[in-house]
Nanobody, 124 residues
């Protein structure tokens, strides 16, 4: 059984940085993908960044060049470094794990486990 716990959210001014963590207890990091999604009030849950077990990554266009996803397989933990934050980045951020992952994607239905989320608020 996999259990995901996010941390690191908070309030920051535009242009600032935050680093989110997703502690993935029970993850094998074999053929797994872990993604960060975000959901703002009244909006759909959108994929932000995904990392495969081999370290390959994919980013949403809106965050490419500003956000970096990385992992520490020993723990295992996945991080999301968020720089140059904008007010439109304000959302609840969730991590999710897909077992038997062969293609990096943001398809919600492909993910087997979800965390409870951590709030990120960016003020202008």
């Amino acid at each position: 059984q996999v259990h995901l716990v996010e941390s690191g959210g908070g309030s920051v001014q535009a242009g600032g940085s935050l680093r989110l963590s997703c502690a993935a207890s029970g993850a094998t990091r074999r053929r797994e993908c872990i993604s960060w999604f975000r959901q703002a009030p009244g909006k759909e849950r959108d994929g932000v960044a995904v990392i495969g077990s081999g370290g390959n990554t994919y980013y949403a266009a809106s965050v490419k060049g500003r956000f970096t996803i990385s992992q520490d397989d020993a723990k295992p933990t996945v991080f999301l470094q968020m720089n140059s934050l904008k007010p439109e980045d304000t959302a609840m951020y969730y991590c999710a794990l897909q077992q038997r992952c062969y293609i990096l994607s943001f398809n919600h239905s492909a993910y087997d486990y979800w965390g409870q989320g951590t709030q990120v608020t960016v003020s202008s």
